[in-house]
């Protein structure tokens, strides 16, 4: 009988809490403060790290550690309020003019709009594989996980154990995908009100500023340290499917498969193979 993805996700969390006991979301040992002053704070004896942003800066940190392949999850409690402009960042990346990249951000909005959590994929330094969501919950309340499974057959990107997009390894028709460049694991706290709500149209209001998000229970599992190959190659199973099928049918807002003004010619190669992108 086939694995389960539920099941699998179970054996996730059984291996990162053996693997990771002594480190998992600890802050102070898993990463660096990399800019914005004071405005990012590791508090509670490295428990919970909060990232602010005023119209002086924003600010961000950055994992000690690089991954080739793994699971990556953090829980997450966004800006709360009147958030337009505002982007908050959570995401892997390589080094140089042609990294890689695997990408959730976090476009604010006006008070009482849905946030829309936007993904994308980078490899050799070219992304232009967005796409969007509504996050089915208020994600201001309280953390909600948000992950990232990265192996050489494909990205998976998850919400609270929701599979919401999958993006297949398609190198064998010409579409380059991340597997050969490291990546540390990144986030930020920014302002980009020339595009982040309703397309730069609402700007950010620093009459309500400083704006703050705050993290906790980062855990990550890579393959490459701990040598095992259980749900290295794994894919949805019939469950999974279903998850994934109800979160683009009904959440989703963007698809760059499904914008035609944008290509043309003809969609992107990989977009013509795949249903679930």
């Avoid at 590791?42 to 942003?53: A, D, F, N, V, W």
């Avoid at 050489?152 to 460049?181: A, H, K, L, W, Y």
């Avoid at 700007?203 to 701990?226: E, G, H, I």
Wanted: with cysteine; net charge positive; glycine share 8%.
């Amino acid at each position: 009988m086939a694995t389960s993805w539920f099941s699998v996700l179970l054996l996730v969390s059984i291996v990162f809490s053996c693997f990771l006991a002594a480190s998992a979301g600890d802050f102070y040992q898993e990463f660096d403060l990399t800019w914005g002053d004071k405005r990012a704070e590791i508090l509670s004896g490295g428990r919970l790290l909060t990232l602010s942003l005023d119209k002086a800066s924003g600010s961000g940190f950055r994992s000690k550690r690089e991954y080739l392949f793994g699971r990556i999850d953090m829980q997450i409690k966004l800006v709360s309020g009147n958030s337009a402009g505002i982007v908050t960042a959570f995401y892997l990346s390589s080094e140089g003019p042609n990294h890689d990249e695997i990408d959730f951000e976090f476009l604010g909005n006006l008070s009482g709009d849905p946030y829309i959590v936007h993904t994308n994929v980078y490899s050799q330094g070219k992304g232009d594989r967005e796409q969007q969501f509504y996050l089915w919950f208020e994600p201001t309340k309280n953390f909600h996980t948000y992950s990232i499974i990265w192996s050489p057959q494909r990205i998976t990107f998850i919400v609270d154990n929701i599979p919401i997009r999958v993006f297949n390894n398609e190198e064998s028709i010409g579409v380059p995908f991340p597997e050969n460049q490291p990546m540390k694991v990144y986030s930020s706290l920014w302002d980009a009100d020339e595009w982040a709500t309703r397309g730069g149209l609402v700007k950010t209001d620093w009459s309500k500023a400083p704006f703050k998000a705050y993290y906790r229970n980062f855990n990550a599992y890579s393959w490459n340290s701990v040598g095992t190959d259980v749900w290295r190659t794994q894919a949805l199973d019939a469950t999974g499917r279903r998850w994934l099928r109800w979160a683009q049918k009904y959440h989703m807002v963007y698809n760059y498969c499904a914008d035609l003004k944008r290509f043309p010619h003809g969609r992107p190669r990989e977009c013509r193979r795949s249903r679930f992108l």
